[in-house]
């Protein structure tokens, strides 16, 4: 994520929160039961895994706007200590006896699930590329009432910020695949959290939240792979990459230069 200035200065966009819910709807069209049609080669997705994947992009990646400003501080926090790994070795202690405590494979556990946190606070930035182009419009409130708006500022961005994006939402979700990998990863953090709150005072009440989401995303994200079989994972990993990149494409088709 980006420095907390430019966040906030999305955040605090007088148009921001119509944006947002723009983009919900904008979501929601792309994994609607009749937008899915023209995909059949995923017919065998099920609703209800759809469905749950829609709520998890709702829920965590673009919450309504109170949600969101409710959230923006426990993003800056969890960060904090995506990009800054030796913050989380202050609070574990050595390598050596978290190894020991967590099994041979934690320092491989421990990049995994930050990699994944890392993937999900850079899909925000997305949001200032939105935002950015949304400035450029005239008359804003008319644009965002048009039925294309979302593809026009969508196309807008450049093909490769655009696909930087999708491949950091399809690694969050190659992570929730691994059901032991996640565990390790949630035990981890939740071991993190009891040491912090152990120590009073010295990590803040947003530092303890960001890892509280950063757990609360882990969970969510596994719920649905929850009993798939491998090449049902496969397929669902295939249809968000391929959903992602077709509304790019179109919206870059209808709006070309």
Same mark, same amino acid.
């Given at each position: 994520?980006?420095?907390?200035?430019? $966040?906030?200065? %999305?955040?605090? !966009?007088?148009?921001?929160?119509?944006?947002?819910?723009?983009?919900?709807?904008?979501?929601?069209?792309?994994?609607?039961?009749?937008?899915?049609?023209?995909?059949?080669? +995923?017919?065998?997705?099920?609703?209800?895994?759809?469905?749950? =994947?829609?709520?998890? +992009?709702?829920?965590?990646?673009?919450?309504?706007?109170?949600?969101?400003?409710? =959230?923006?501080?426990?993003?800056?926090? =969890?960060?904090? @200590?995506?990009? !800054?790994? $030796?913050?989380?070795?202050?609070?574990?202690?050595?390598?050596?006896?978290?190894?020991?405590? +967590?099994?041979? !494979? @934690?320092?491989?556990?421990?990049?995994?699930?930050?990699?994944?946190?890392?993937?999900?606070?850079?899909? !925000?930035? +997305?949001?200032?590329?939105? &935002?950015?182009?949304?400035?450029?419009?005239?008359?804003?409130? &008319?644009?965002?009432? #048009?039925?294309?708006?979302?593809?026009?500022?969508?196309?807008? %961005?450049?093909?490769?910020?655009?696909?930087?994006? /999708?491949?950091?939402?399809?690694? *969050?979700?190659?992570?929730?695949?691994?059901?032991?990998?996640? /565990?390790?990863?949630?035990?981890?953090?939740?071991?993190?959290?009891?040491?912090?709150?152990?120590?009073? $005072?010295?990590? $803040?009440?947003?530092?303890?939240?960001?890892?509280?989401?950063?757990? #609360?995303?882990?969970?969510?994200? /596994?719920?649905?792979?929850?009993?798939?079989?491998?090449?049902?994972?496969?397929? %669902? *990993?295939?249809?968000?990459? /391929?959903?992602?990149?077709?509304?790019?494409?179109?919206?870059?088709?209808?709006? #070309?230069?």
């Amino acid at each position: 994520m980006k420095p907390k200035k430019e $966040t906030s200065k %999305v955040l605090t !966009h007088p148009l921001f929160q119509e944006l947002i819910l723009m983009y919900q709807k904008a979501l929601q069209k792309r994994y609607s039961a009749e937008n899915l049609k023209l995909y059949p080669e +995923f017919g065998s997705i099920s609703r209800s895994k759809i469905d749950q =994947l829609l709520k998890f +992009f709702l829920e965590y990646l673009y919450p309504e706007y109170s949600k969101r400003k409710e =959230l923006d501080a426990a993003f800056d926090a =969890l960060s904090g @200590f995506v990009n !800054h790994p $030796t913050k989380i070795w202050g609070i574990l202690g050595n390598l050596a006896l978290s190894i020991f405590r +967590f099994g041979k !494979h @934690f320092p491989l556990a421990l990049k995994a699930g930050l990699a994944a946190l890392q993937s999900y606070v850079t899909a !925000h930035q +997305f949001e200032e590329e939105l &935002v950015l182009e949304l400035d450029k419009e005239g008359n804003q409130a &008319v644009f965002l009432e #048009s039925e294309f708006a979302m593809e026009k500022l969508i196309s807008k %961005v450049e093909k490769k910020k655009a696909d930087a994006f /999708r491949k950091d939402i399809g690694a *969050l979700f190659k992570v929730f695949s691994d059901a032991e990998l996640i /565990r390790k990863i949630i035990v981890i953090m939740e071991d993190i959290l009891i040491k912090m709150e152990s120590k009073g $005072t010295i990590y $803040t009440e947003d530092d303890k939240k960001g890892i509280r989401l950063g757990i #609360s995303i882990l969970k969510e994200g /596994r719920e649905i792979f929850d009993e798939m079989k491998e090449r049902e994972i496969t397929l %669902v *990993l295939q249809a968000i990459d /391929r959903i992602e990149e077709d509304f790019y494409q179109k919206a870059c088709e209808r709006y #070309s230069n």
